[in-house]
């Protein structure tokens, strides 16, 4: 082809419409004049040619006006490949003029080229048919789409984010559709994130009406209080609210739990609870931390149950309560739980309060063919100032192998009490204290293994073994620091009935500092009951005139394998 047959070709189809080789023609003469002027070779033209090149070069120069263009000038730079034979050239024309820029036979170069006219500024590369290279180091707020193959990738700088557009307003959406699903953009004036889904504008939800930026990741649901209303706003923005806390927090654990689980995330306020809320499997009921988010009991009725909804034989997993206060008012609302769970299975508890509860903080039952099991309760705190009934840990029927580890109770008639069990349940207690119970663990069935315990009453027995009407398989004690005076009781008693028996009390590294207890440790066994292991150990007294232990053995009981030290 001829330099006049490209010059017609381009009067004729436009400058964008050309065929490849009058592409070629062009880039042809242009680098053959600059090598020569480079080198300092004259080139002598014609006339007529002179002007022929010149009216092609102000083709070149003027903005393409073409529908297609116009569609992709909010791209800074748009790199597209031309072949010529076996030779690729990767073209860089501006999105904005329109106006081809650079070119190269090395897509890198020009990479680099259109990034180094950005990095002041910022703004967008978009790669037609070709791969971005991955060495290469965009500048700051300059992002790369890369287009090939049939699949649309995004690149930036190392991580920093993309550059929205920043707008005082929502844009004009009217005509838009699903063409423009993936338009994004910072509204500045209210301070969120928003795009288009394909039919109308939808802000990256915010937690509880917050801004935008105020957390990365959303909640499955997050519950707060606004004026007499509760509302529920999911993670996509949609929101709905009752005046009832109670039928929201059920609402929202009900989307989630359809989902598959989730997070409901209750913002700082304090949520009347007329009826209880019923948590549900793989669901986490989660507060700001238990002095902002409080439920309060304002109903004869306990404020949470975990029942599945498919029936009460069967399990609720890996749900749990984290991070908020049960506030109970057991003085208007008497003998009512705050917590009733049944054959719950892989649950966590961590950091909450439960106050003024009148019966049971936490009531665990299970039943034969599914037993509650594998269960922890994390910094969970019990607070009952006046009221002296109950146990913070009621475990009734079944409820088996749990954890409890830095829990603290006050105020309550026991702290650990076992009704009734199953003879292979163990518990496992770390850093438990007690305080002002009658018995600050009572056990009456299977194991319980205890580790740095602290019990601090002088109202009845510190530790109680009851097995007068059951089989006890022991009780395991080690580092325990009793701290009350504790009259007319001892800190370890142990009590067993006509044909039960204890398999194993340990008791080790008992450091005493209260006063006046009877014995450290006593047992009183009638008729045919058993101590098949009793062990003593490694016990300090401030006191050293009191007794150690005292064993009441009628005719016929036994304690075998006994070793005081």
Same mark, same amino acid.
């Given at each position: 082809?001829?330099?006049?047959?490209?010059?017609?070709?381009?009067?004729?189809?436009?400058?964008?419409?050309?065929?490849?080789?009058?592409?070629?023609?062009?880039?042809?003469?242009?680098? &053959?004049?600059?090598?020569?002027?480079?080198?300092?070779?004259?080139?002598?033209?014609?006339?007529?040619?002179?002007? #022929?090149?010149?009216?092609?070069?102000?083709?070149?120069?003027?903005?393409?006006?073409?529908?297609?263009?116009?569609?992709?000038?909010?791209?800074?730079?748009?790199?597209?490949?031309?072949?010529?034979?076996?030779? =690729?050239?990767?073209?860089?024309?501006?999105?904005?003029?329109?106006?081809?820029?650079?070119?190269?036979?090395?897509?890198?170069?020009?990479?680099?080229?259109?990034?180094?006219? /950005?990095?002041?500024?910022?703004?967008?590369?978009?790669?037609?048919?070709?791969?971005?290279?991955?060495?290469?180091?965009?500048?700051?707020?300059?992002?790369?789409?890369?287009?090939?193959?049939?699949?649309?990738?995004?690149?930036?700088?190392?991580?920093?984010?993309?550059?929205?557009?920043?707008?005082?307003? $929502?844009?004009?959406?009217?005509?838009?559709?699903?063409?423009?699903?993936?338009?994004?953009?910072?509204?500045? &004036?209210? $301070?969120?994130?928003?795009?288009?889904?394909?039919?109308?504008?939808?802000?990256?939800?915010?937690?509880?009406?917050?801004?935008?930026?105020?957390?990365?990741?959303?909640?499955?649901?997050?519950?707060?209080?606004?004026?007499?209303?509760?509302?529920?706003?999911?993670?996509?923005?949609?929101?709905?609210?009752?005046?009832?806390?109670?039928?929201?927090?059920?609402?929202?654990?009900?989307? =989630?739990?359809?989902?598959?689980?989730?997070?409901?995330?209750?913002?700082?306020?304090?949520?009347?609870?007329?009826?209880?809320?019923?948590? /549900?499997?793989?669901?986490?009921?989660?507060?700001?931390?238990?002095?902002?988010?409080?439920?309060?009991?304002?109903?004869?009725?306990?404020?949470?149950?975990?029942?599945?909804?498919?029936?009460?034989?069967?399990?609720?997993?890996?749900?749990?309560?984290?991070?908020?206060?049960?506030?109970?008012?057991?003085?208007?609302?008497?003998?009512?739980?705050?917590?009733?769970?049944?054959?719950? #299975?892989?649950? /966590?508890?961590?950091?909450?309060?439960? #106050?003024?509860? $009148?019966?049971?903080?936490?009531?665990?039952?299970?039943?034969?063919?599914?037993?509650?099991?594998?269960?922890?309760? $994390?910094?969970?705190?019990?607070?009952?100032?006046?009221?002296?009934?109950?146990?913070?840990?009621?475990?009734?029927?079944?409820?088996?192998?749990?954890?409890?580890?830095?829990?603290?109770?006050?105020?309550?008639?026991?702290?650990?009490?076992?009704?009734?069990?199953?003879?292979?349940?163990?518990?496992?207690?770390?850093?438990?204290?007690?305080?002002?119970?009658?018995?600050?663990? #009572?056990?009456?069935?299977?194991?319980?293994?205890?580790?740095?315990?602290?019990?601090?009453?002088?109202?009845?027995?510190?530790?109680?073994?009851?097995?007068?009407?059951?089989?006890?398989?022991?009780?395991?004690?080690?580092?325990?620091?009793?701290?009350?005076?504790?009259?007319?009781?001892?800190?370890?008693?142990?009590?067993?009935?006509?044909?039960?028996?204890?398999?194993?009390?340990?008791?080790?590294?008992?450091?005493?500092?209260?006063?006046?207890?009877?014995?450290?440790?006593?047992?009183?066994?009638?008729?045919?009951?058993?101590?098949?292991?009793?062990?003593?150990?490694?016990?300090?007294?401030?006191?050293? =005139?009191?007794?150690?232990?005292?064993?009441?053995?009628?005719?016929?009981?036994?304690?075998?394998?006994?070793?005081?030290?």
């Amino acid at each position: 082809m001829t330099v006049s047959e490209t010059i017609e070709e381009a009067k004729k189809v436009g400058v964008k419409d050309m065929s490849w080789k009058a592409w070629f023609m062009i880039i042809t003469i242009i680098s &053959a004049a600059t090598v020569a002027s480079y080198y300092g070779v004259n080139v002598t033209m014609n006339l007529d040619l002179a002007n #022929r090149v010149g009216s092609l070069e102000g083709m070149l120069s003027h903005t393409i006006n073409s529908t297609f263009y116009t569609l992709q000038k909010q791209a800074s730079y748009i790199v597209s490949t031309v072949t010529s034979g076996a030779t =690729t050239y990767y073209c860089m024309q501006n999105g904005t003029s329109g106006k081809l820029d650079f070119w190269s036979t090395n897509l890198t170069l020009v990479e680099q080229f259109a990034n180094g006219n /950005l990095t002041s500024a910022g703004g967008l590369i978009w790669l037609k048919e070709a791969q971005h290279n991955t060495s290469l180091t965009l500048g700051y707020k300059v992002l790369e789409i890369e287009s090939y193959n049939g699949t649309l990738r995004s690149w930036s700088n190392e991580g920093k984010g993309f550059l929205l557009s920043t707008l005082a307003s $929502d844009p004009n959406t009217a005509g838009w559709g699903t063409a423009e699903a993936p338009y994004w953009w910072y509204n500045s &004036a209210e $301070d969120t994130i928003k795009y288009w889904n394909g039919t109308g504008i939808v802000i990256i939800p915010s937690i509880g009406g917050g801004s935008s930026s105020s957390y990365t990741l959303p909640y499955t649901y997050t519950v707060y209080k606004s004026g007499s209303n509760y509302v529920m706003e999911k993670y996509d923005g949609t929101t709905w609210s009752s005046t009832l806390a109670n039928r929201t927090w059920d609402y929202a654990i009900a989307n =989630t739990s359809a989902l598959g689980g989730g997070t409901v995330f209750g913002r700082a306020a304090t949520y009347d609870i007329p009826s209880h809320i019923n948590l /549900l499997s793989k669901v986490i009921l989660k507060g700001e931390g238990p002095s902002a988010t409080i439920l309060r009991q304002t109903g004869n009725d306990c404020v949470i149950t975990m029942h599945e909804k498919d029936g009460i034989n069967a399990w609720q997993y890996q749900s749990g309560i984290e991070d908020l206060q049960i506030l109970c008012q057991g003085g208007t609302y008497p003998n009512t739980n705050a917590v009733e769970a049944t054959q719950i #299975r892989l649950c /966590l508890f961590k950091n909450v309060e439960v #106050r003024d509860c $009148d019966l049971n903080d936490w009531y665990i039952t299970g039943s034969a063919n599914r037993p509650s099991s594998v269960n922890t309760w $994390d910094h969970v705190r019990s607070y009952g100032h006046h009221i002296t009934s109950g146990a913070q840990f009621y475990v009734d029927s079944y409820a088996i192998d749990s954890l409890i580890t830095d829990c603290f109770m006050e105020y309550k008639q026991y702290g650990f009490y076992q009704a009734s069990a199953t003879t292979t349940q163990t518990w496992t207690l770390y850093h438990y204290w007690p305080v002002n119970g009658d018995n600050g663990i #009572r056990l009456k069935y299977g194991y319980c293994y205890i580790y740095d315990l602290r019990t601090d009453s002088d109202v009845d027995h510190q530790v109680y073994v009851d097995a007068s009407a059951n089989n006890v398989k022991g009780i395991h004690i080690t580092g325990w620091h009793p701290m009350m005076p504790v009259v007319n009781h001892s800190l370890f008693y142990c009590n067993i009935g006509n044909t039960f028996s204890v398999e194993q009390v340990s008791i080790r590294d008992l450091q005493n500092s209260a006063t006046n207890p009877d014995y450290l440790a006593q047992c009183a066994i009638t008729g045919s009951g058993h101590i098949a292991y009793w062990l003593i150990d490694g016990i300090f007294s401030c006191n050293g =005139t009191l007794g150690r232990w005292d064993a009441t053995v009628t005719a016929g009981a036994t304690i075998t394998n006994d070793f005081v030290t």
